[in-house]
Each structure stands twice: as structure tokens, then as C-alpha cells.
């Protein structure tokens, strides 16, 4: 039987903040556009005409705490 350890040879590289920082503001952004989605769009301040948005985010904004009635 032999006592054999297995070990990468190589360490994680860090990612350099240069490439990091457009993903983080990007993905930052689509946050920012759910968060007015569920939280404002609805009656005067509605960017798209209907109620469809309103109720499709209807249950999440309940769960969000927005006021909606």
C-alpha cells in the first residue's frame, strides 16, 4: 500500500479588480432595475402602460414589504 497525497500544483490566481469592476457594476445595475420594477412601477410613476407588470411582481413586492394597495 503506498501513502500517496495528492496536491494541485498550482494556487488560485486572483482576479484582478480592473477585470472585476465592469461585472460588478453591470450586475449592480439589473439589481437597480428589479429593485424599481417591484418596488415602483405602478400607477403614476409606470414606464410600461398596463397592469401587466404590476402583477406579474405583485406576490414579490408583498414579500419585499412595498405597499402596493
Do not use: K, Q
Amino acid at each position: 500500500m503506498s501513502n500517496t497525497t495528492f496536491a494541485p500544483g498550482y494556487g488560485a490566481t486572483p482576479i484582478p479588480v480592473r477585470e472585476l469592476l465592469p461585472w460588478a457594476i453591470f450586475g449592480g445595475l439589473l439589481l437597480m432595475l428589479a429593485i424599481y420594477f417591484v418596488g415602483a412601477e405602478e400607477g403614476a410613476t409606470s414606464l410600461i402602460r398596463g397592469m401587466y407588470v404590476h402583477e406579474f411582481v405583485h406576490d414579490g413586492r408583498h414579500l419585499l414589504g412595498f405597499p402596493c394597495h
